[in-house]
C-alpha cells in the first residue's frame, strides 16, 4: 500500500486533508511544525518539526512513497521569512526526497503565482508567471524546484495552483473564481496520490467554477475532474458589496496585489 506523509498538516488545508484522505483510507504520516499534532485516534502517525532541519525530514520521509507538501508559509510577508519556510526548507524537503527515494512530491503551489494577470483573462496552464508578491514569487522557484527534481533526479512532481480553498462556502466576488470546495479538494489529492505516471504536471487547484480564472477544458496530467461550483452561491455573494478595493478587484490575486503596491502615478517614466 501506497504510504503518503502530510506536512502542513495542523494549517487549514492540512487539517481537512488530514481527516479526509485518513477517511478514504490512505496511509497517512501527519506532520505539524513547531507545535505537536493531537492524534485523531490511538497509533496516528504524527510527528512535527522545522523542515529547515534535515533530520525532521529523515523522519518525516522515512518509508515514503508520496509527499504532499503542504507546509511554508501561506500568506504574503517579509522577504526573509519566504526564503526560510518556502525556498530553503523546501529545498531540505527534496534533498530529503532523494535520500529516501521518495516517488512522488506533490507541491502545494498557489494562484498567487499568477496574481498579476488581470480579472478578464482565463489562463491556461503553460500561462505566464505573474507573482503579485514574494509568496506568490516562492510558488514560482517551487514549481521550478518540482521540474528540475523530475528532470534532474527522477522524482514525479505535481504542482497544485491552489485558488481559495478553506472548508466553507465562497465568501466574496473573487472566490466565484478561485474557489474549491472540499470535495474537490480531497479528490485533487487523492488524484495526486493514485494518477499514473505523471512525470511532472502543474495542475489548477479550483471547483468547476463558471467565473474561473484559469481555462478546465484542457483538462490535467492526473484526471482531476471538479464536481463542485462556486456559482451556487454566486446569488448571495453577488448581493454583498465587493470587500476588496478597486486595485484589487482588477488582478486575479485580489487583495494580495495590494499588499506595497506601487500606483501608476508614483511609478518610473516609462520610454516612449
Ligand atoms: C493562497 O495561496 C493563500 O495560502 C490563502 O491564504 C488564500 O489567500 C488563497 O491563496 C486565495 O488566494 O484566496
Redesign the pocket.
Known amino acids: 500500500m501506497t504510504k503518503v506523509a502530510l506536512s502542513g498538516a495542523g494549517g487549514i488545508v492540512g487539517s481537512i486533508l488530514r481527516k479526509g484522505l485518513r477517511e478514504r483510507g490512505i496511509d497517512l504520516r501527519a506532520a505539524g511544525g513547531s507545535r505537536p499534532l493531537t492524534p485523531m485516534f490511538d497509533g496516528e502517525d504524527v510527528m512535527h518539526g522545522d523542515l529547515r532541519d534535515a533530520t525532521v525530514v529523515d523522519r518525516l520521509l522515512d518509508g515514503i512513497d508520496v509527499l504532499i507538501h503542504m507546509a511554508g508559509t ?2 504574503e510577508k517579509p522577504l526573509p521569512e519566504i526564503i526560510e519556510n518556502n525556498l530553503r526548507a523546501l529545498y531540505e524537503v527534496y534533498e530529503g526526497a532523494r535520500r529516501h527515494k521518495v516517488r512522488r512530491v506533490v507541491f502545494a503551489s ?3 503565482a499568477f496574481g498579476m494577470h488581470p480579472v478578464g483573462q482565463r489562463l491556461r496552464l503553460d500561462a505566464a508567471y505573474r507573482p503579485d508578491g514574494f ?1 506568490g514569487l516562492s510558488k514560482v522557484w517551487g514549481e521550478a524546484l518540482a521540474r528540475m527534481y523530475w528532470d534532474k533526479h527522477g522524482i514525479e512532481g505535481i504542482s497544485l495552483r ?3 480553498t478553506m472548508g466553507k462556502p465562497p465568501e466574496n466576488e473573487r ?1 466565484l473564481s ?1 474557489w474549491m470546495g472540499t470535495d474537490d479538494l480531497l479528490q485533487l489529492v487523492q488524484r495526486c496520490i493514485e494518477a499514473p505516471n505523471v512525470g511532472y504536471a502543474a495542475v489548477w487547484g479550483i471547483s468547476d467554477n463558471r467565473r474561473a480564472y484559469y481555462d478546465l477544458s484542457e483538462g490535467n496530467a492526473i484526471g482531476y475532474r471538479p464536481q463542485q461550483s462556486a456559482e451556487d452561491w454566486a446569488a448571495e455573494v453577488l448581493a454583498q458589496p465587493n470587500p476588496l478595493d478597486p486595485v484589487a478587484q482588477r488582478f486575479q ?2 487583495g ?1 496585489v495590494t499588499i506595497d503596491y506601487t500606483p501608476p502615478d508614483q511609478r518610473p517614466e516609462v520610454l516612449r
Open positions: 501561506s500568506v498557489s494562484n498567487h509568496y491552489i485558488g481559495t472566490h478561485t490575486g485580489g494580495f
